[in-house]
C-alpha cells in the first residue's frame, strides 16, 4: 500500500493549482528491484494516464502509479516536510531496489549487492565505478576500478577505509579484498 501523507498532498494540491484543471500526479519506477531504480513523479494531464494505472485519489487530486511500479513501491510513504527554506519532498520506499541476498546466496552475489547498492553510489560523485572481477575459493575479493577511480592517487585509501569496510560489514566472511587494476593506465583519474 502506498501512503500519502497529508503535508505531501497539500503540497501537491498547491502546485496542481498552477496547473490545467484535472491535471493530475503520475509515479513510475525506472528500474524496479534494481540497485539503479528510481521514482520519476510528473505532473499527468486529464486523459494521459495509462489504462492500466492504478489510481489512487488525494481528494483534490489523483496520483497515478504505473501498474508495473507497484510492487516496487509496496509500502512507500511519500512525504513533505516543511523547513525554513521551504520544505522537502521525499519518497521512501523499501523494496524499491530490491531485497539484499539472503546469508544463503553465493558469496559473489552479495558482494555484487554491496559494490552496488553501497559503493558504487559512494565513489559515483568522483566519476569512479568499482567492478567485481571475482571471488576466488579462499574468499579473496579481487575488485577492478574504472572511471575516475582509474588512477586516482588516493585509491587505496578508499579500498581500505570505504570499500573493504563496507564489504567486511555486510559479508564478514571474506578474507582479503584486492585491487586488481593497474592504476598507471588510468587516463582521467579524479586526484
Known sequence: MLTVTPTARDYFARLLEEQPPKTGLRLVVRDPGTPHADVELNYCPAG????????????????????????????????????ETGGELSIRAPGLKGRAPGAD??????????????????????????????VTEDRDVVLQFGGGCHGCGMVDVTLKQGIETQLREAVPEIR????ATDHSTGSKPYY
Open 48 to 83: 494521459r494516464e495509462a489504462a492500466d494505472d492504478e489510481a489512487h485519489d488525494c481528494g483534490s487530486f489523483t496520483l497515478f502509479v504505473e501498474r508495473d511500479s507497484s510492487a516496487a513501491l509496496s509500502g512507500a510513504m511519500i512525504d513533505f516536510e516543511t523547513d
Open 105 to 134: 546466496a553465493p558469496l559473489s552475489e552479495r558482494v555484487a549487492w554491496v559494490l552496488d547498492t553501497r559503493v558504487n553510489p559512494m565513489v559515483a560523485g568522483h566519476g569512479g565505478r568499482v567492478g567485481l572481477v571475482e
Open 176 to 179: 582479503n579484498v584486492v585491487d
